[in-house]
């Protein structure tokens, strides 16, 4: 009886382990998508989850992230296809995956800002973190770590995947819709985005220290308007910290008139720039260095803008002044101050056409020149009036 009861739980045991070998990739499937599920917030959605184990290769189809509420757009975050190599670092895919390589395909970026000055970059932030379980500070130092970090058992997230420090992007898109500058939502898009992608995570995964980007992008979708970038940010300052460089190639300007605007004492119909454009930031405070080349311009002095009367005068000028050799209007500038109340001052190239502009109308003044006959006005009156509009420009810092 014995003898018989032994040879059946062989029997058992052969069946079984001939089904785990038969069907090892459903079972290697099943686990893995139902550990990857269970990580996801409830804003975010994937259709689905397929594991190639003959390449090692995972492909997620249909990847979404949810909008906040009062955004338009139903979606944040669209993406097509997410591939990536994996490996896993024991004979179980409970012992965790090492993802390797992910490369993200047609990327769709939704950011946009409303009215009231939000965004839904950071709305996102907050309602993932009131999504995780809330526990006393007490129990979390008791046990050296948060709840919501086990994932399976005593495991966490750290121990079941090892992600990557570099990630790929092909043909993105990213959608910018602002509603704050004027009543009518503005939209810049960058398209066609190639770029690389460097995330640093804290521990436990639960926090982002430090992001890079390089890339290229076509604005618009124009592929003669391109934008190329490397950026750096530090999120966990109180405020913004960031240090980012962009080269421009030949890019509309009227499509960035609601924030160049309310600083310009210009009115541009028409034009195109190309350039360095450098944005540093640190806890708030930022340092911009900037130097734009000009072409196609048309432009004019607007209504009521300080010493307009003056400028008006001499708009043929100043494209004289700040034109270069390669017949560009060449004009730089720099950024100073807090966020919320940036000052704006001429480069070094900018000095030296004005500082030429002001001996040429200051020279005229005094010869009679550039006054009107029967102008109220002397010349040295005028010439004084030059010198003291120059200098207020030319000395500030």
Not at 69 to 74: E, K, L, M, W
Not at 119 to 143: F, G, H, M, S, V
Not at 203 to 216: D, E, F, I, P, V
Not at 375 to 396: C, R, V
Request: overall charge neutral.
């Amino acid at each position: 009886m014995i003898k018989r009861i032994l040879i059946f739980i062989i029997i058992i045991i052969a069946i079984a382990t001939a089904a785990i070998f038969i069907y090892r990739y459903q079972i290697f499937q099943y686990s893995a998508e139902t550990i990857i599920r269970k990580l996801l917030p409830d804003c975010i959605r994937i259709d689905k989850i397929n594991f190639d184990i003959k390449n090692n290769r995972v492909i997620l189809t249909d990847f979404k992230i949810i909008n906040p509420d009062d955004f338009s757009n139903q979606y944040l975050l669209e993406i097509e296809n997410i591939t990536c190599g994996y490996r896993t670092k024991g004979g179980n895919i409970l012992d965790g995956l090492e993802i390797l390589e992910p490369s993200f395909k047609h990327l769709t970026l939704n950011i946009e800002r409303l009215a009231d000055g939000r965004l839904n970059l950071e709305e996102i932030k907050k309602y993932i973190e009131r999504q995780a379980p809330k526990e006393t500070a007490a129990a979390q130092e008791a046990r050296g770590e948060s709840a919501h970090s086990k994932i399976v058992g005593d495991k966490t997230l750290p121990d079941i995947l090892k992600l990557p420090q570099v990630f790929s992007l092909k043909d993105g898109t990213v959608i910018f819709i602002d509603r704050l500058p004027y009543t009518k939502p503005h939209m810049i898009t960058f398209e066609n985005i190639d770029a690389k992608l460097g995330l640093k995570l804290n521990a436990s995964y639960t926090a982002l220290l430090y992001l890079t980007s390089t890339g290229k992008g076509d604005v618009n979708g124009d592929r003669n308007e391109v934008v190329t970038w490397d950026i750096s940010l530090t999120p966990t300052t109180p405020k913004l910290t960031m240090s980012s460089r962009f080269e421009v190639y030949n890019v509309d300007m009227i499509s960035f008139e609601p924030y160049y605007d309310k600083y310009s004492p210009f009115v541009f119909k028409t034009g195109r720039f190309s350039g360095t454009l450098i944005f540093d930031f640190d806890n708030g405070n930022i340092g911009s260095t900037n130097e734009v080349h000009l072409a196609d311009v048309k432009f004019w002095i607007k209504k009521g803008y300080e010493n307009a009367q003056f400028w008006e005068t001499t708009v043929p000028d100043l494209a004289k002044y700040f034109t270069s050799s390669f017949g560009e209007i060449v004009f730089d500038f720099k950024i100073k101050g807090q966020m919320s109340n940036p000052k704006f001052y001429l480069g070094p190239i900018s000095k030296q056409a004005l500082t030429s502009m002001a001996i040429d109308k200051i020279s005229s003044a005094i010869s009679g020149q550039d006054s009107a006959p029967g102008a109220p006005k002397s010349g040295i009156e005028k010439a004084k009036e030059y010198i003291d509009l120059f200098k207020g420009l030319i000395n500030k810092k």
